[in-house]
């Protein structure tokens, strides 16, 4: 069911495609190409209807994200255009929160005949969420209607000065601006072309890192420590935000506090000095009894992970002691430049107790509160953080070597390097080779990719999503497949068509090894890792200990979750078995 009501487009979604579909892609948008990226990348198209536009942006090449509002209209562009390369989203302007929370970033937006039906009041905010969505230098280009409105649809006046207003408050260059008739024929109704250019990074989240690294004030780690967390988070554990507001996402305090946990635990065990003139775990405010009982690897600190007796006590209180320090130290002290505003606003809450059993998922995460992300950073880091984790290591690294040098202290940089590494998960796929081999011994199964029988000696554990790119074991990343496929696809990412060829044995696996699994914890892992690294619409899921969610939406979570790597990292593509 859609989240938004169309009136007048849901009642008359099959005439108005039909309409739509009668005019082809380059006989409307033709006056573009002059303004497309060479390079073909991800494209936008806002207000899809049809999906008329999103085929011709997809047969030049890009891989196309389509949203559209009305379900009439999406059933139809659906069944119209149902290529693989077409996500299809259930979201509309101003807000585009479900989009915003994927974190994707485009070199191509069009927002075509949709304008006029964004109240102007809305349309500073629209205007902000579509210049978000773009990558620097990428090109936004809109069609205003121009002529008197159709009274079965709520429509609003649009003028060529008031959208060229808005790209000047906001440093946007006008390439072009035309007007053109109609082409489907109504005398009364003309269309204004514009094409706008984004010419950097217009959020200004680059700049307010580099501040946040290079140049803010520093009495310890700590700034680093917290602003480092972060990142992995937007990195790592995307699904876990959650859209507060147009200028915010709100991330599990918990967890947070957790990955703080995760990045000191190393340090400290290699007994590297995180503030001037203190050895050690000396002074560290959250370095108090729990952390000393924590027998634990850094690994073991992520989501989907279970704890019980004196280890979940302790780990308990080890995050709420996190937790305290960084509200009352960097989260207070770090600020945006030139202000006492704080760049990450926290909202503490009540933890939940803790007896003999902890499992590391939201709820729980969430209950110590929650820290606001400006949606700029969070964006930033979600998209960029290959290259914002080496100067974060770096600028720490700096530090901590400044510190030694003062106490007289000589350590091998190598042993400082190797503490500074994030703790990533241990290619391990034991568990769902186990199940696979359980499952083989009662049950055909077949490879996920070629869909030919598997057997003892010729099954292997696949991750999706290549290791050497996005190291990751959750259970929902791995599958069965043969071993000479699985050496074939090697390190390449899934294609659009391979994941779509793939998409019934794909929720068949999920099926049968995890969503009816007689394992109650393995179900449950698996629902918390999908729902904690990809990006789920937490309002349309309604999760239970013994039924989950639906396997599809995991599944279209999983297509965005591949096209943001595509999109990000320039991975290599692999069509699938031939």
């Known amino acids: 069911m859609s989240r938004h009501s169309v009136p007048g487009y849901d009642d008359q979604a099959e005439k108005l495609a039909e309409r739509y579909e009668s005019l082809d892609f380059l006989e409307v948008h033709g006056w573009l190409l002059p303004f497309l990226p060479e390079v073909r990348g ?27 509002p009305s379900s009439g209209m999406r059933k139809e ?49 629209a205007f902000r969420k579509l210049l978000s969505l773009l990558k620097p230098g990428a090109v936004l280009a809109m069609t205003l209607r121009q002529g008197p409105p159709d009274h079965t649809r709520p429509m609003y006046d649009s003028s060529l000065p008031e959208l060229e207003k808005l790209a000047r408050i906001h440093g946007i260059s006008v390439l072009h601006a035309s007007v053109e008739p109609d082409r489907l024929g109504r005398s009364e ?16 989240a680059l700049p307010l890192l580099r501040h946040a690294i290079l140049k803010s004030d520093k009495s310890s780690t700590y700034k680093l420590g917290l602003l480092r967390s972060v990142a992995r988070i937007a990195d790592c554990s995307q699904g876990m935000g959650r859209i507060r507001n147009d200028e915010a996402i709100s991330v599990p305090l918990g967890l947070v506090g957790l990955f703080w946990i995760r990045l000191y635990k190393p340090l400290l065990s290699a007994g ?22 924590l027998n634990l690897s850094p690994f073991d600190f ?48 009540r933890a939940k107790a803790v007896s003999a059993a902890l499992l590391l998922e939201e709820p729980y995460l969430r209950s110590f509160g929650e820290m606001l992300v400006p949606l700029h950073l969070w964006n930033a880091l979600a998209r960029y953080d290959a290259w914002i984790e080496p100067a974060l290591q770096s600028e720490w690294m700096r530090l901590m070597q400044g510190y ?6 000589e350590r091998n940089p190598r042993d400082m390097l190797e503490a500074m590494k994030w703790s990533e998960p241990r290619r391990d796929v034991s568990t769902v080779k186990d199940i696979a081999q359980r499952f083989l011994e009662h049950n055909p199964l077949f490879c996920v990719w070629s869909g030919k029988k598997l057997t003892r000696e010729t099954i292997d554990i696949d991750h999706c999503f290549p290791w050497a790119a996005w190291p990751c074991d959750d259970l ?46 393995i179900r449950k892992r698996f629902y918390i890792e999908a729902q904690g690294t990809l990006v789920l619409d937490p309002d349309r899921i309604q999760v239970s200990e013994d039924v989950g969610f639906p396997l599809e939406r995991i599944f279209d979570a999983l297509s965005f979750k591949r096209l943001s790597l595509k999109t990000d990292q320039g991975i290599e593509e692999w069509d699938g078995p031939h």
């Open 476 to 521: 929902w990343n791995l599958f069965p497949t043969n071993v000479r496929v699985n050496r074939n696809k090697s390190d390449k990412l899934p294609s659009s068509k391979a994941i779509f060829d793939a998409g019934d044995r794909i929720m068949e696996w999920w099926r049968s090894a995890f969503s009816t699994s007689e394992s109650a914890p």
């Open 77 to 125: 562009g659906m069944r119209r255009h149902p290529d693989s390369g077409i996500l299809w989203v259930d979201d509309a302007l101003p807000g585009l929160d479900q989009l915003v929370r994927q974190g994707l970033s485009f070199d191509f937006v069009l927002s075509s005949a949709v304008w006029m039906h964004v109240s102007p009041e809305d349309r500073p905010r």
């Open 189 to 204: 109704v003309t269309w204004i072309h514009v094409a706008m250019r984004v010419p950097d990074d217009e959020t200004g």
């Open 302 to 349: 992520r989501p989907g992970m279970r704890f019980s007796g004196n280890e979940a006590l302790a780990l308990h209180r080890s995050i709420q002691d996190a937790v305290d320090t960084i509200v009352k130290m960097p989260a207070n002290y770090m600020t945006f430049p030139g202000t006492k505003d704080p760049l990450f606003k926290v909202r503490k809450g």
């Open 272 to 293: 590297l000095p995180q503030t001037p003139n203190n050895r050690g775990t000396q002074g560290l405010g959250f370095v108090r009894d729990a952390w000393h009982r």
């Open 404 to 409: 030694l040098d003062r106490m007289g202290i």
């Open 42 to 68: 991800s494209a936008l198209d806002v207000g899809a209807g049809s999906g008329r536009d999103a085929q011709g942006l997809l047969d030049m090449g890009f891989d196309v994200v389509a949203v559209e």
